[in-house]
């Protein structure tokens, strides 16, 4: 008999089991809600579409997905009335590792939240947009798409910086300046900065800019170093960008332009817009001796894809099938119904063919966290920032991969069956500086 969405919302409501104990028959549920396939049922080999997905966190480390379904979504659950914004961000910290999923979901079993609060499950619209997010994930997809949201920030930082130089000041200082606000408010928009910061600021200092400079300084000393900011308290961010707390002079025209930007969806931009407005940010007539030149990043690609990525994909391929190779010889050494002695030889023997499979996935592993990538006309870094985004999409596929077909083997007594082959890779690339 089909689940109505009645039933499932009269049945979730009731339920007070443990987080643990309940998000994979609540999933279970809305799969038979939307008739869709279990990720049992659709992929039982757990690489596409599973629960407990392993995934290398951002910051490193690793973790697991409640659920994910790759190049769809990834789902995280949390008890009921538990703080749902931290399991947002727990998903965030899988992201890469899950290849950029359209959609991050989370729920407590009484809610679901597709990036915004999700619509009633009972009505037709919420049955609706729940079997979009098993189907079609690209329908979900905001009108404003990324390429036009970086367009609108590209042209208002540009009004900006022309604002800004009306003053004298140098096309660095505008640039540098223009970086540090565009990092606050994607900063904003993921939750390194408090939530809605800035448009409070604006809304408490709109009619006075220079109370505003005062409080991006105030604001810009405190990512420095980390600390309150009034009662917020502020993360320290490194790296050099808020080394000091200088704030270019601001008026109303800027405040208004400020306002404007802070109401994109930096959350959803591409980092390569850091280079778009670091060349908007410099003056057009001088920017051929500061050495700044901005490229698209689809451009980068057709040099980066065929000179970095070509390689290391054959090479990628090739241990692929050595591994399987492997693998088939290992499965094909069964120590049951022998004797003892014969069982020994044969764990022994498939625990060798185990190793073999570890090193060579670490070695390939190995080769993707030491490349070196020089960009000799390095401006924006653009160029670095797409070849490094490229190597971690294969580094999270080596992960996925080996945590497939590297694992311990089960019959051998000196390894837990869970354990996975690969070392962390903390370093996927050496920049030269």
């Not at 290398?56 to 009921?80: I, N, P, R």
């Not at 051929?288 to 990043?297: I, K, P």
């Not at 000179?307 to 692929?320: I, S």
């Not at 090193?359 to 924006?380: E, H, M, N, R, Y």
Request: hydrophobic share 40%; glycine share 6%.
């Amino acid at each position: 008999m089909p689940l109505t969405p009645q039933d499932f919302v009269s049945k979730w409501k009731r339920a007070d089991a443990r987080e643990r104990q309940s998000v994979q028959e609540h999933f279970i549920d809305l799969c038979a809600l939307v008739g869709h396939e279990t990720p049992m049922q659709q992929d039982p080999s757990g690489t596409r579409f599973a629960f407990e997905m392993g995934a290398a966190k951002t910051s490193g480390g690793s973790g697991w997905a409640d659920v994910a379904k790759l190049g769809y979504f990834g789902w995280e659950y949390k008890g009921k009335y538990a703080n749902l914004d931290k399991a947002y961000q727990q998903l965030l910290l899988y992201r890469d590792a899950l290849q950029n999923p359209p959609l991050l979901i989370v729920s407590d079993m009484n809610k679901i939240i597709i990036r915004t609060n999700y619509t009633n499950l009972p009505t037709a619209e919420g049955l609706k947009t729940l079997k979009t997010v098993f189907f079609n994930p690209e329908d979900l997809k905001p009108q404003e798409t990324i390429e036009h949201v970086t367009q609108e920030a590209a042209q208002q930082f540009s009004t900006l910086a022309n604002v800004l130089r009306k003053f004298g000041e140098e096309p660095q200082a505008v640039a540098h300046f223009l970086i540090r606000l565009l990092f606050c408010l994607f900063a904003e928009d993921i939750g390194l900065l408090p939530e809605s910061l800035f448009p409070r600021l604006l809304e408490q200092t709109r009619r006075n800019s220079k109370q505003f400079a005062e409080v991006l300084q105030q604001l810009f000393r405190a990512m420095n170093t980390g600390g309150f900011f009034g009662a917020e308290k502020i993360l320290h961010f490194n790296g050099g960008l808020f080394d000091d707390d200088h704030v270019l002079q601001l008026d109303s025209d800027s405040m208004d332009i400020i306002g404007k930007i802070d109401g994109l969806d930096w959350g959803a931009i591409k980092p390569s817009i850091f280079g778009t407005l670091f060349e908007r940010g410099l003056d057009p007539s001088k920017r051929s001796q500061l050495g700044a030149h901005y490229t698209g990043e689809d451009d980068i690609i057709l040099i980066v894809e065929p000179v970095l990525m070509a390689p290391l994909r054959r090479e990628w391929e090739e241990t692929k099938i050595q591994v399987k190779v492997l693998a088939q010889e290992r499965d094909t050494l069964e120590p049951d119904n022998v004797s003892e002695a014969a069982r020994k030889k044969l764990i022994r023997e498939r625990e060798k063919l185990t190793n073999e499979i570890r090193k060579s996935l670490q070695t390939f592993a190995d080769k993707i966290a030491t490349v070196k990538v020089l960009d000799p006309a390095c401006g924006s870094g653009n160029f670095l920032y797409v070849a490094l985004r490229l190597l971690l999409d294969l580094q999270n596929e080596v992960l996925s991969f080996s945590m497939r077909w590297a694992q311990a083997d089960p019959t051998s007594p000196s390894r837990p069956p869970n354990s996975t082959a690969l070392r962390p890779m903390s370093t996927p690339m050496n920049l030269p500086k």
